[in-house]
């Protein structure tokens, strides 16, 4: 998949999850030389597009969207009841 095609789908979900701004997902999603959140899930959705061999990408947008909300899920419950400064729920 070319860059500009996860970076489309990256901002499509990013608009369905509400993702919060910043760098706080790169460590997370990304490979850590990411400099966004958007960055570092277009990085994500490259990878799970690479492990799904599916060819076309416009049709992945839900599956992406369940195992991005699993994942930030598994990180929620990692963190638990503590304190932070943002918030990872998303709103779907």
């Known amino acids: ?5 996860a970076l489309q789908i990256a ?3 990013n608009l369905i999850a509400k993702m919060p701004d910043g760098d706080a997902l790169v460590h ?3 490979n ?9 899930l277009s990085h994500w959705i490259q990878s799970q597009v690479d492990l799904l061999s599916i060819e076309k990408a416009d049709y992945m947008l839900e599956k992406l969207v369940h195992r991005l909300h ?4 598994g990180f929620n ?3 638990g009841k503590r304190k932070t ?3 990872l729920e998303l709103i779907i």
């Not at 998949?1 to 095609?5: L, T």
């Not at 699993?70 to 899920?73: E, F, G, K």
């Open 1 to 5: 998949m070319n860059i500009r095609k």
């Open 11 to 13: 901002n499509s979900i």
């Open 28 to 30: 997370i999603l990304g």
């Open 32 to 40: 850590g030389d990411e400099s966004t959140n958007i960055d570092a």
């Open 70 to 73: 699993n994942r930030l899920s």
């Open 77 to 79: 419950s990692f963190l």
């Open 85 to 87: 400064n943002h918030s």
